[in-house]
């Protein structure tokens, strides 16, 4: 029993000095991989619209870049899933970091990106249970009822990715006050 309490004592340990690891010295090299992923996923939505808009495929054709090699990919939630799970734990994740008035602009895109991920665990639960809502003949979101699903999720990744690109600037630019209580050294 007290290996056991030592045992979690230590992950909670390890875990806590991870978190506190990057949102300091790591915070930069945090945000800029997580940024990377960002920006592939804007690029994925991005060919897609393309395909949808510009090259008129038909929208099960047009599924990205990665879905032309993988199109179980992009027909599975899972992926989508993933993804905005992946978003919300990020902004989570890298939320101590922040300060002042980044931290504000971080928040907003945390608490829109919480009702995107609820969003897809709907659908994502929908699959698991073989039980669509609102008697839909596929996985069917609350916001999908009024919006496309191309164009919904495109909507969402701006109103995610506006207030985080805002956060970052404020983090990257901060007062002089701001810049007292950072703890990493992202400030240019």
């Not at 997580?34 to 047009?62: C, D, N």
């Not at 899972?78 to 978003?87: I, N, P, Q, R």
């Not at 496309?148 to 990257?172: K, Q, S």
Request: hydrophobic share 50%.
């Amino acid at each position: 029993m007290a290996t056991e309490t030592v045992s979690k004592t230590n992950q909670t340990s390890a875990f806590q000095n991870f978190l506190k690891l990057i949102n300091t010295s790591k915070h930069e090299l945090s945000l800029r991989l997580y940024m990377l992923v960002v920006l592939a996923h804007w690029g994925e939505h991005l060919v897609q619209a393309f395909q949808i808009f510009v090259l008129k495929w038909p929208r099960p054709a047009s599924r990205g870049i990665l879905g032309q090699w993988f199109p179980w990919l992009v027909s599975s939630e899972v992926l989508h899933y993933g993804y905005a799970l992946f978003m919300l734990i990020g902004l989570w994740f890298l939320r101590s970091g922040f300060k002042g008035r980044s931290l504000r602009w971080w928040n907003i895109a945390l608490v829109i990106q919480f009702w995107h991920h609820i969003e897809h665990l709907l659908l994502q639960c929908q699959v698991i249970f073989h039980t669509n809502l609102f008697n839909s003949p596929v996985p069917i979101s609350i916001l999908q009822l009024f919006v496309p699903r191309v164009e919904l999720h495109m909507f969402y990744n701006t109103m995610v990715f506006i207030p985080m690109v805002i956060g970052m600037y404020y983090h990257l630019f901060p007062t002089k006050d701001e810049r007292a209580h950072h703890l990493c050294s992202c400030a240019v």
